[in-house]
T-cell receptor
Framework: ETGVTQTPRHLVMGMTNKKSLKCEQH?????MYWYKQSAKKPLELMFV???????ENNSVPSRFSPECPNSSHLFLHLHTLQPEDSALYLC???????????????FGEGSWLTVV | GESVGLHLPTLSVQEGDNSIINCAYS??????FIWYKQESGKGPQFIID?????DKRQGQRVTVLLNKTVKHLSLQIAATQPGDSAVYFC????????????FGAGTRLFVKA
């Protein structure tokens, strides 16, 4: 239990579906992140939120739409995805922006997404 | 450029031996270097970090060494146990142009009983 909870753990969706991934952190952190993890690829940072404001969008296609209604919750809305978007989507949080030195980034267990 | 890479994709060690996982980085503008462990079906878990002005830091059964001259980072695990079997990622935290933590590709550690 890392204090970062992601639902659903597994999701299969068609290319025309709309679905959402949910993340909740119970650590009182101010920064939240979405990462994508594909087979044989490094973790890719997608979005960063600090105090509910998006501070980074790493050239992510618009079919991925993040939402941060408060500092404890983060959503990733999915629409018209492609099969190559199938991956593990990891949510993470930290006390403040950055990693290391007291701002350790804590990850959730991830949501396995399969696009068919 | 900005890149963090690993020398070996897999490492196999005998239980009880010491493990050394290596990582090369290319960016000098990092304030922290971090090691994560990811077990099958789980998210990455923080192991240890080291500030860029340090050469060595020790934790419980783990030691991280930083050689800034050759831009090399290593994680040493003492008395490797079966529970250490996982993928290990190094990461660097950049402080230029805003926040960015870059992860390496990962090394899979197999521990043989």
């Amino acid at each position: 239990e890392t204090g970062v909870t992601q639902t659903p753990r597994h999701l299969v969706m068609g290319m025309t579906n709309k679905k959402s991934l949910k993340c909740e952190q119970h650590l009182g952190h101010n920064a939240m992140y979405w990462y994508k993890q594909s087979a044989k690829k490094p973790l890719e940072l997608m979005f960063v939120y600090s105090l509910e404001e998006r501070v980074e969008n790493n050239s992510v296609p618009s079919r991925f739409s993040p939402e941060c209604p408060n500092s404890s919750h983060l959503f990733l809305h999915l629409h018209t995805l492609q099969p190559e978007d199938s991956a593990l989507y990891l949510c993470a949080s930290s006390q403040a922006l950055g990693g290391g030195g007291g701002n350790t980034i804590y990850f959730g267990e991830g949501s396995w997404l399969t696009v068919v | 450029g900005e890149s963090v890479g690993l020398h070996l994709p897999t490492l196999s060690v005998q239980e009880g031996d010491n493990s050394i996982i290596n990582c090369a980085y290319s960016n000098s503008a990092s304030d922290y270097f971090i090691w994560y462990k990811q077990e099958s079906g789980k998210g990455p878990q923080f192991i240890i970090d080291i500030r860029s002005n340090m050469d060595k830091r020790q934790g419980q059964r783990v030691t991280v060494l930083l050689n800034k001259t050759v831009k090399h980072l290593s994680l040493q695990i003492a008395a490797t146990q079966p529970g250490d079997s996982a993928v290990y990622f190094c990461a660097e935290n950049l402080r230029t142009g805003g926040f960015k933590t870059i992860f390496g590709a990962g090394t899979r550690l197999f521990v043989k009983a």
